[in-house]
């Protein structure tokens, strides 16, 4: 664990007979109501010796606690943002009972210990002067409490930290820098920063949140990056040396796409666990930094931890059932030297056809049963708003750029010709080129949706004309060119919606993405 400064041989004597005395009565005088049990139990006061104070926690317990005693459970440590309090996850904004409540009776998860301690504004770490060790507390006085307390597994396999925004750093930082006390890490819009960003934060934002916490207040750029800082933040000891030593933490880290600062930070952070090796989850949604994001990413996070707690292998994609049924009229037709499959909107009338939106799916290698599988996935879309759908494996059209090939497509077919009518659905080096024909000014596409597209890892130019769907699997190949895009579309102020999810670079992982479009897609086929 983390000793900064290290507890003194005193200290450790009085933590030692605190947690003796409190854990001789094993019956632990149990929440109740009138003789009932009840699972929830906010405000339980822990008195700390290396805090010299009392620490609050809420606890969550499981329904049958009372009925089974001689069951054990794991135990999910909740760990709340900077300004709220141990009731924050329940009473006050998640309401994360409700959905506990859920998800054991579906039987997605078993019943666990939640504890929620009381963070104050620590970040969950030691102060860099040793004024307030927090974490020496958590690991040495709270840790041992709750297992001398209620009836837990006391082993690192058994226990997870979890935890939004502030809540979220201690997520990351405590299991990392105590891997023999705990084995899952989730952070939730982990509320930290990149080198650049804290140098060049407010002097009042850095001294009052940062500073205090990890020394250089008072200091301006990267004199504030102190060594003690740098011991705490992942950019620096997530290292190739050090990489190994992570191998048996189990990593999840979620952050929504609208979030103003955060989400740099934690798809850089994606991109180095990635090139070190470090095994993790990593999921962009919709959203930004509230509770509702919180409690939604939870849906997931508790069967992720489910998994870790019994050693049961994490999914490395979502499995989509797609048959190859549709209601279009299918035709393969060779399109300026390239074999295409296109799929005609019942009632498809060539007199007509300039009214018809036109969707580009662009491939490089699918078979045509997985072409189809595309249509059937999207028949209802094309239903409610006909279109035509025209897929190509783009490694069959060499160098040729995209318009000189739509524009014979669009005569062949009749349609209308214009940016407007056009939306582009790309993977791989399909992504690529059709994302190619958006760069610069007079882009020929209304909007386009990116799935793994193998985009350059250098600077790329998104059109103002262009709306973006990127959209990356977590272990897809091209991560670092999705996160160049996204950074793009952000600074520029260019329309975008970015999306990070379980999967691999594969045909079964482009279903899951496409299914998760359909409404995005059927809003801009209206438009």
């Given at each position: 664990?983390?000793?900064?400064?290290?507890?003194?041989?005193?200290?450790?004597?009085?933590?030692?007979?605190?947690?003796?005395?409190?854990?001789?009565?094993?019956?632990?005088?149990?929440?109740?109501?009138?003789?009932?049990?009840?699972?929830?139990?906010?405000?339980?006061?822990?008195?700390?010796?290396?805090?010299?104070?009392?620490?609050?926690?809420?606890?969550?317990?499981?329904?049958?606690?009372?009925?089974?005693?001689?069951?054990s459970y794991g135990v999910v440590y909740l760990l709340h943002g900077y300004g709220d309090d141990n009731n924050a996850w329940n009473d006050q904004y998640l309401q994360v009972s409700s959905l506990i409540n859920s998800l054991e009776?579906?039987?997605?998860?078993?019943?666990?210990?939640?504890?929620?301690?009381?963070?104050?504004?620590?970040?969950?770490?030691?102060?860099?002067?040793?004024?307030?060790?927090?974490?020496?507390?958590?690991?040495?006085?709270?840790?041992?409490?709750?297992?001398?307390?209620?009836?837990?597994?006391?082993?690192?396999?058994?226990?997870?930290?979890?935890?939004?925004?502030?809540?979220?750093?201690?997520?990351?930082?405590?299991?990392?820098?105590?891997?023999?006390?705990?084995?899952?890490?989730?952070?939730?819009?982990?509320?930290?920063?990149?080198?650049?960003?804290?140098?060049?934060?407010?002097?009042?934002?850095?001294?009052?949140?940062?500073?205090?916490?990890?020394?250089?207040?008072?200091?301006?750029?990267?004199?504030?990056?102190?060594?003690?800082?740098?011991?705490?933040?992942?950019?620096?000891?997530?290292?190739?040396?050090?990489?190994?030593?992570?191998?048996?933490?189990?990593?999840?880290?979620?952050?929504?796409?609208?979030?103003?600062?955060?989400?740099?930070?934690?798809?850089?952070?994606?991109?180095?666990?990635?090139?070190?090796?470090?095994?993790?989850?990593?999921?962009?949604?919709?959203?930004?930094?509230?509770?509702?994001?919180?409690?939604?990413?939870?849906?997931?996070?508790?069967?992720?931890?489910?998994?870790?707690?019994?050693?049961?292998?994490?999914?490395?994609?979502?499995?989509?059932?797609?048959?190859?049924?549709?209601?279009?009229?299918?035709?393969?037709?060779?399109?300026?030297?390239?074999?295409?499959?296109?799929?005609?909107?019942?009632?498809?009338?060539?007199?007509?056809?300039?009214?018809?939106?036109?969707?580009?799916?662009?491939?490089?290698?699918?078979?045509?049963?997985?072409?189809?599988?595309?249509?059937?996935?999207?028949?209802?879309?094309?239903?409610?708003?006909?279109?035509?759908?025209?897929?190509?494996?783009?490694?069959?059209?060499?160098?040729?750029?995209?318009?000189?090939?739509?524009?014979?497509?669009?005569?062949?077919?009749?349609?209308?010709?214009?940016?407007?009518?056009?939306?582009?659905?790309?993977?791989?080096?399909?992504?690529?080129?059709?994302?190619?024909?958006?760069?610069?000014?007079?882009?020929?596409?209304?909007?386009?949706?990116?799935?793994?597209a193998a985009l350059d890892q250098t600077t790329v130019t998104p059109s103002q004309e262009t709306g973006y769907y990127i959209d990356m699997t977590d272990q897809g190949t091209y991560y670092k060119g999705a996160n160049v895009l996204?950074?793009?579309?952000?600074?520029?102020?260019?329309?975008?919606?970015?999306?990070?999810?379980?999967?691999?670079?594969?045909?079964?992982?482009?279903?899951?993405?496409?299914?998760?479009?359909?409404?995005?897609?059927?809003?801009?086929?209206?438009?």
């Amino acid at each position: 664990m983390l000793t900064n400064p290290p507890m003194n041989s005193l200290t450790t004597l009085v933590c030692m007979i605190f947690l003796l005395f409190s854990s001789c009565d094993k019956a632990r005088d149990l929440p109740e109501n009138d003789g009932t049990f009840v699972r929830y139990t906010q405000d339980i006061s822990m008195p700390s010796s290396v805090l010299g104070r009392n620490v609050l926690f809420s606890v969550y317990l499981p329904d049958e606690y009372v009925k089974n005693p001689s069951a054990s459970y794991g135990v999910v440590y909740l760990l709340h943002g900077y300004g709220d309090d141990n009731n924050a996850w329940n009473d006050q904004y998640l309401q994360v009972s409700s959905l506990i409540n859920s998800l054991e009776a579906s039987g997605a998860i078993s019943p666990m210990i939640y504890v929620m301690p009381q963070g104050f504004n620590s970040y969950y770490v030691n102060k860099y002067d040793g004024s307030f060790n927090y974490m020496d507390m958590f690991v040495d006085e709270l840790v041992p409490y709750i297992d001398s307390t209620y009836r837990t597994i006391p082993d690192r396999e058994h226990r997870a930290v979890v935890g939004y925004s502030m809540g979220g750093f201690g997520a990351m930082v405590l299991p990392s820098m105590n891997p023999a006390v705990f084995s899952v890490a989730v952070p939730l819009s982990m509320s930290f920063r990149t080198d650049d960003q804290y140098t060049t934060e407010s002097a009042s934002g850095w001294d009052s949140q940062w500073g205090s916490i990890f020394g250089g207040a008072g200091l301006l750029g990267e004199a504030r990056l102190t060594d003690y800082y740098k011991s705490l933040c992942p950019f620096h000891f997530f290292t190739a040396t050090s990489a190994a030593s992570f191998a048996d933490i189990h990593y999840y880290l979620d952050c929504g796409d609208d979030e103003e600062q955060l989400s740099v930070g934690n798809d850089e952070l994606h991109i180095l666990m990635r090139d070190l090796g470090i095994q993790h989850e990593y999921r962009v949604r919709d959203g930004a930094h509230t509770s509702v994001y919180w409690r939604t990413a939870m849906e997931d996070v508790l069967p992720f931890i489910e998994h870790c707690f019994n050693d049961i292998t994490y999914s490395d994609e979502d499995t989509l059932i797609v048959g190859n049924t549709f209601s279009a009229t299918y035709e393969r037709r060779v399109i300026d030297g390239a074999e295409a499959s296109v799929f005609l909107p019942a009632g498809y009338d060539p007199m007509v056809a300039d009214t018809y939106p036109v969707l580009y799916l662009a491939h490089d290698g699918w078979t045509v049963p997985e072409e189809q599988a595309v249509m059937s996935l999207l028949d209802d879309v094309q239903t409610a708003v006909p279109f035509v759908l025209i897929a190509v494996n783009q490694t069959l059209l060499s160098d040729k750029p995209f318009m000189e090939w739509a524009l014979t497509a669009e005569a062949v077919y009749r349609t209308g010709g214009s940016a407007a009518k056009r939306i582009g659905l790309g993977t791989g080096q399909g992504g690529k080129w059709l994302f190619d024909a958006t760069t610069g000014s007079g882009s020929p596409m209304a909007f386009l949706f990116l799935f793994d597209a193998a985009l350059d890892q250098t600077t790329v130019t998104p059109s103002q004309e262009t709306g973006y769907y990127i959209d990356m699997t977590d272990q897809g190949t091209y991560y670092k060119g999705a996160n160049v895009l996204y950074l793009s579309c952000r600074t520029n102020s260019v329309t975008h919606e970015y999306r990070v999810r379980n999967g691999l670079d594969s045909f079964q992982s482009f279903l899951s993405g496409l299914q998760q479009v359909k409404s995005s897609l059927t809003t801009n086929l209206k438009n």
